[in-house]
């Protein structure tokens, strides 16, 4: 035993702050905001307001139990459709059946009842140590209390003994508003966190929520005059369909995982059987993904590119001698495209990645002069790899000047605008994230 015992360093509580985002920030910052003056303003108006207690006890619990549930979406999103339509069902709520008369919701408490339900749901994986998605829940909050305040302040005297079609086609536009809010605010940070351009941001958050927001609206509104017309305990029996969609989603989010696991595993196989460094799949096709996010392709297409660029050496199993270093930007433009047409016809057996195997099979062809024109895919795998092949692991700013200034040089096989959107990711370029 030694004589003194070292002392553990202390942790820097700064560090996670530190690596927030200004966007996030000011999320939470307006979500806190929100909270604190809806604390405030129940405290002080509950005694003066017949309140019934057991709807807001009801929907806490119904958002709670959603955010519990959360709902892990392609591209490290998420999302708590249960928590949202247990949220807006409660903005939106026209009154519980035998409700007694006199009896009022103001926003402050829709906002102050969907705070503690999200608090209370987020528990259980801060113990199990998992995230506590702060960011949803905030992008959330935002979105239900611009609801709340809109229909509670506004909208709920006018429509009041209305026909139940207009009430229906009012709460529809406010479900599209706060969903909307919820889309921009996803679109604004996910822009934030990879890099990506704002409009195609946008459009790729709405092409993955709209199926997600449609089912979440259709089930606030039957909630909604659910509950008026048979109460309460109607929520438990909307558990059940809810699940079932979730379900559904999850299990296309796990389809997604399991493909691109599978063709990172597959892509490996290269480096272990050594023909080509290793980690050098992985670093081109962070590279390719990084590139094509800079020229604004949509997600649909990054993610066909990132496949792609995970396999573009597979073709290299075929070869009797390997290329010393795997680097194929070494060998002539005819063994280029033999590995290429090999590694497509692999990839092609699978019989679902076929926009996939159209990629590597283009990559040998040059930027121009090539009838036809290679894809935009292809193009950034072609100088993705072979920056890397020049580059490597290295991360010696004058290695990846000379090899920017190698691409430029050839402006027939390399494609302008691709090798400008490459120079400005190897700018930012760290080791550990290539």
């Not at 979730?246 to 063709?263: D, S």
């Not at 990645?353 to 950034?380: E, K, T, Y």
């Amino acid at each position: 035993m030694t004589g003194a015992m070292t002392r553990r360093p202390e942790p820097d509580r700064m560090a996670y702050w530190q690596a927030v985002d200004s966007g996030r920030l000011l999320l939470m910052a307006a979500a806190a905001m929100l909270v604190t003056a809806a604390f405030a303003s129940t405290a002080v108006i509950v005694h003066q307001l017949q309140i019934d207690w057991n709807a807001a006890l009801a929907f806490g619990g119904l958002i709670a139990f959603g955010e519990l549930l959360r709902l892990a979406l392609p591209g490290a999103r998420e999302a708590a459709p249960i928590a949202m339509v247990g949220a807006m069902s409660y903005a939106l709520l026209l009154m519980v059946q035998g409700e007694r008369p006199g009896v009022e919701l103001p926003a402050v408490l829709v906002i102050a009842v969907c705070a503690v339900g999200m608090m209370v749901g987020a528990l259980p994986h801060i113990a199990a140590g998992r995230p506590a998605g702060v960011t949803g829940m905030c992008s959330r909050l935002v979105a239900v209390a611009g609801v709340a305040f809109i229909f509670r302040s506004v909208v709920y005297g006018f429509v009041a003994g209305k026909p139940w079609e207009l009430i229906v086609a009012v709460m529809a536009l406010l479900i599209f508003f706060g969903w909307l809010i919820d889309t921009v605010v996803g679109a604004l940070i996910r822009a934030d966190d990879v890099g990506a351009r704002f409009g195609v941001a946008l459009v790729d958050e709405i092409r993955l929520q709209w199926r997600l927001g449609l089912a979440v609206g259709a089930s606030v509104i039957i909630t909604v005059f659910s509950v008026q017309a048979m109460g309460l305990p109607v929520l438990i029996a909307f558990i059940g369909p809810l699940l079932v969609t979730q379900v559904a989603f999850r299990r296309y989010a796990g389809i997604r995982a399991t493909y691109l696991q599978t063709v990172r595993s597959l892509a490996r196989v290269t480096e272990v059987a050594g023909y080509v460094e290793a980690g050098h799949s992985r670093r081109v096709s962070r590279l390719a993904v990084a590139v094509g996010r800079g020229l604004g392709m949509a997600e649909p297409q990054l993610l066909a590119l990132e496949y792609a660029a995970l396999m573009h050496d597979i073709g290299q199993l075929s070869l009797r001698d390997p290329i010393p270093g795997g680097a194929t930007v070494l060998v002539s433009a005819a063994d280029q495209q033999r590995i290429a047409e090999l590694g497509a016809e692999v990839i092609s057996q699978a019989g679902v990645l076929d926009n996939v195997a159209h990629l590597v099979r283009c990559q040998a062809w040059p930027a121009r002069g090539h009838d036809p024109a290679p894809p935009l895919g292809s193009m950034i795998i072609r100088a993705a790899n072979a920056f890397d092949d020049m580059v490597g692991s290295s991360t010696d700013r004058d290695r990846s000047v000379a090899a920017l200034d190698r691409l430029r040089l050839d402006p027939v096989g390399y494609d302008v605008a691709v090798v400008t959107a490459l120079s400005e990711v190897a700018s930012r370029r760290v080791a550990s994230r290539l």
